[in-house]
């Protein structure tokens, strides 16, 4: 399948009918394989269902996992699939959060921390690439396994690395919205990638602007800035300020949840739209109200785990896949009750788990 291929064929099925959201909590080691996503080893896609590791490890690994945050469900879910796969397959588990993009230097230090707890596997959620490339250099010249989980790593020296195309779910959820104002002689949106030099930002914004070349959505602006609730915010209300006409706010889904408020309260709820780029729980139940058009989910939990399982077979000197993309899944009133939420979103009692022995 080329990547052209996927781009049309996701485009062309996502819809933008609010999302019914189960609630319901499945068992914690429930068979979440196969799952669908695409090889990318070689260079270019190959349609895979991903089938993890069926016996738990020869010994108890250790693995050490640094991620930017744990403040929103979307890590929460990333959090859920290392911890439950870890305990699946018998290996002990360090977490390290740095407690939001702006804390590079934290992150920094806390992938030195795992160094220092002779761990044989570091899983990095990057709030950089460019930025903690030097550190994964170091941690595989001592020999640490290297996999790179949820954040994309392009360039770094990883022995393998898990993410979703988010330049791909940027063209997915934009061009949904040139469907969406297909009859309007003139649409102005305003969006909000997430945070500036994350790499992930960039690419989703690159992925909207492609979708909407050539139609008649003008972007205003583009506005980046951290995925915590109160910048986002601060964004939000600094656009509705700005412009006099906005028809739609797209982007990260924490302004997707945060959006709808501000909007009523500047009065401007029967006019802008919100759409978000990618889904998290808080997100899924504003669509189910109404308040937020789509998503499309690139299955956070699943990612979690098929990390914790690349890190384990490459110890294990056993076959593996050097990347590996999620196939990002419309979400939609037609087909929310085929899809299995729980790859994506961990139990909302869930809490955050720092160690797995």
């Known amino acids: 399948m080329t990547r052209v291929k996927t781009m049309v064929a996701l485009a062309a099925a996502l819809g933008l009918a609010a999302v019914v959201a189960t609630g319901a909590r499945a068992e914690d080691q429930k068979q979440w394989w196969p799952f669908s996503a695409e090889d990318w080893s070689t260079g270019s896609a190959q349609a895979i269902d991903y089938v993890p590791l069926q016996e738990k490890a020869s010994k108890k690994w250790h693995l050490c996992a640094v991620v930017p945050h744990l403040k929103d469900s979307w890590w929460v879910a990333i959090n859920y699939g290392e911890v439950m796969e870890a305990r699946r397959l018998g ?16 992150q920094i230090s806390q992938y030195d921390d795992c160094v220092a707890l002779g761990v044989d596997a570091i899983l ?3 709030i950089s690439e460019e930025g903690l490339n030097r550190k994964i250099e170091e941690g595989r010249d001592k020999g640490i396994i290297q996999v790179s989980v949820g954040n994309p790593v392009y360039h770094g020296p990883v022995h393998g690395k898990v993410f979703a195309d988010q330049e791909l779910m940027g063209y997915i959820s934009g061009k949904a919205m040139v469907d969406y104002y297909s009859s309007r002689d003139a649409v102005r949106a305003v969006a909000f990638p997430g945070p500036q030099g994350s790499g992930w930002a960039e690419s989703f914004d690159q992925g909207f602007q492609k979708a909407i070349e050539g139609s008649n959505i003008d972007l205003l602006e583009s506005k ?19 412009y006099d006409e906005i028809d739609l706010l797209w982007g990260v889904a924490v302004m997707a949840e945060v959006a709808p408020g501000a909007i009523e309260e500047a009065g401007l709820a029967d006019r802008i739209k919100v759409m978000a780029t990618y889904a998290n729980q808080g997100m899924l139940d504003a669509v189910t109200k109404g308040d937020v058009l789509g998503a499309v989910t690139q299955s956070p939990v699943t990612e979690g785990r098929i990390g914790v399982d690349l890190a384990v077979r490459i110890l294990e000197g056993k076959e593996f896949m050097k990347e590996v993309h999620p196939v990002p899944v419309p979400i939609t009133q037609e087909n929310i009750k085929s899809l299995d939420l729980t790859r994506a979103f961990a139990p909302r009692d869930y809490q955050p788990v720092y160690s797995v022995d």
Not at 95 to 100: H, K, L, N, S, T
Not at 224 to 242: C, F, R
């Open 224 to 242: 980046y800035g951290d995925t915590g609730k109160s910048v986002q915010m601060k964004l939000v209300e600094d656009s509705l300020q700005a």
């Open 124 to 126: 990095s959620s990057v």
């Open 91 to 106: 290996v002990k588990l360090t977490v390290f959060q740095a407690g939001g993009y702006t804390e590079l230097n934290k």
